[in-house]
Structure formats: structure tokens, C-alpha cells
Antibody
Framework: QVQLVESGGGVVQPGGSLRLSCAAS????????MHWVRHAPGKGLEWVAF????????YHADSVKGRFTISRDNSKNTLYLQMNSLRTEDTAVYYC???????????????WGQGTLVTVSS | EIVMTQSPATLSVSPGERATLSCRAS??????LAWYQQKPGQAPRLLIY???TRATGIPARFSGSGSGTEFTLTISSLQSEDFAVYFC??????????FGPGTKVDIK
């Protein structure tokens, strides 16, 4: 069955860096686009970044553009999120999610990991 | 950016009753709208996509309707496992993909 397992979260000071990983199994990772989505305490879900199946297309939310970078290693079935210049407002549970393709223009999420908590605090 | 709003923020319903949740987009998203259910400590689960198509394994008591800017998620007869937070999400105009703030369905 499809499994997405995030790791790499933790406590970091403002201005610091973290790299999140998402290990995928149970499906052909290299054939699927992927996303990162976050959920801050007491707030709604926020889409963070997208990467196409071949890593050619990448998009980031304005709130993280220039600070976060999504990437993937299809040989390792792993998705990454490099987070630099972290701010307190980046504190959230970060989920990796598989893009669900059912036709042109499908950008939604059919499987999600359990999430990894990132806390930015001094 | 398309802004999504949801109402009500909280809906109190008795088991077996019908629940109707609303989602509105700040501009037309055609039928490119999804609904998710999230329980405490769990990842969201896809319920509905294309505004009205149930995802794999989703019970028939969940139904979605609407197009353009107004959407509805209906749970025909609430079961105990349905008490959760429900989010809508548009994917018509992106980036960014945007979510509504959620409707919490709790026990009356």
C-alpha cells in the first residue's frame, strides 16, 4: 500500500535551517508529482511546494519562495524540502502528499504522510 | 490568489442527522474543487474531487455539489467516525493551491 514517511523535523532557532525528507513506498514514485503542505497550530492547511514527476517543474508558495526548496531523488524514492532562513511563522506540521492525477489540471492530494513537526523558536 | 471561505466554522450535529457544509471561492474555480476530512493527530483524507466525485473507498453518505464559486459537502447521516474537520481546496488557478479555513463538525 502507499506509504509516505516524513522525517527531519525538530526545534530550530530563527534563521536556522532544516531539511525534511519523505520516503515513499507502495507506488511508482518516479511517475508521480509530489507536494509539501503544512498545518500551523490553530490555522488552516497551507500548500508549500510542488515538484513534477521528473523535477523539471517546481513551484513554491510566496511565503517560502527564496527560502525553501523542494527536490526529489527518484533513485531513492525520496522527496525533500530544504528550509533555510526559518521564521517563527514557519512552525507547523509538514506533510508530504502525492499529487492525484485524474486528468489535465489535477493538483490535489490523494495520499499524505503522517507529518513531521517543525518548531522555530529561540 | 483565490481565497476560499467555509461556513459555518463549527457545525453541531447529532449522529444520524444530515450535515451540510459550504465552501465559497473568491472567483470561479470551475469544478476544480476537493474536500478533505481531518481528524486530530491524523493526516487529511481526500473525500471528494472534481467537486462531486467520491474518492476511492469513500462511503456514499458523502456527496459534493456545486461549481464556479459555490460548493457544498453533504453528509447524509452522520456516523460517529465522521466527527472531524473538513477542508475545501481549489486547484483551478495555481500556484498557489489554496484551502478553506475548515469546518469542524462536532457532536450535538
Amino acid at each position: 500500500q502507499v506509504q509516505l514517511v516524513e522525517s527531519g523535523g525538530g526545534v530550530v532557532q530563527p534563521g536556522g535551517s532544516l531539511r525534511l525528507s519523505c520516503a515513499a513506498s507502495g507506488f511508482t514514485f518516479r511517475d508521480n508529482a509530489m507536494h509539501w503542505v503544512r498545518h500551523a497550530p490553530g490555522k488552516g492547511l497551507e500548500w508549500v511546494a510542488f515538484i513534477g514527476y521528473d523535477a523539471i517543474n517546481q513551484y513554491h508558495a510566496d511565503s517560502v519562495k527564496g527560502r525553501f526548496t523542494i527536490s526529489r531523488d527518484n533513485s531513492k524514492n525520496t522527496l525533500y524540502l530544504q528550509m533555510n532562513s526559518l521564521r517563527t511563522e514557519d512552525t507547523a506540521v509538514y506533510y508530504c502528499a502525492r499529487n492525484y492525477y485524474y486528468g489535465s489540471g489535477s493538483y490535489l492530494f490523494d495520499f499524505w504522510g503522517q507529518g513531521t513537526l517543525v518548531t522555530v523558536s529561540s | 490568489e483565490i481565497v476560499m471561505t467555509q461556513s459555518p466554522a463549527t457545525l453541531s450535529v447529532s449522529p444520524g442527522e444530515r450535515a451540510t457544509l459550504s465552501c465559497r471561492a473568491s472567483q470561479s474555480v470551475s469544478s476544480n474543487l476537493a474536500w478533505y476530512q481531518q481528524k486530530p493527530g491524523q493526516a487529511p483524507r481526500l473525500l471528494i474531487y472534481g467537486a462531486s466525485t467520491r474518492a476511492t473507498g469513500i462511503p456514499a453518505r458523502f456527496s459534493g455539489s456545486g461549481s464556479g464559486t459555490e460548493f457544498t459537502l453533504t453528509i447524509s447521516s452522520l456516523q460517529s467516525e465522521d466527527f472531524a474537520v473538513y477542508f475545501c481546496q481549489q486547484y483551478n488557478n495555481w500556484p498557489p493551491i489554496t484551502f478553506g479555513p475548515g469546518t469542524k463538525v462536532d457532536i450535538k
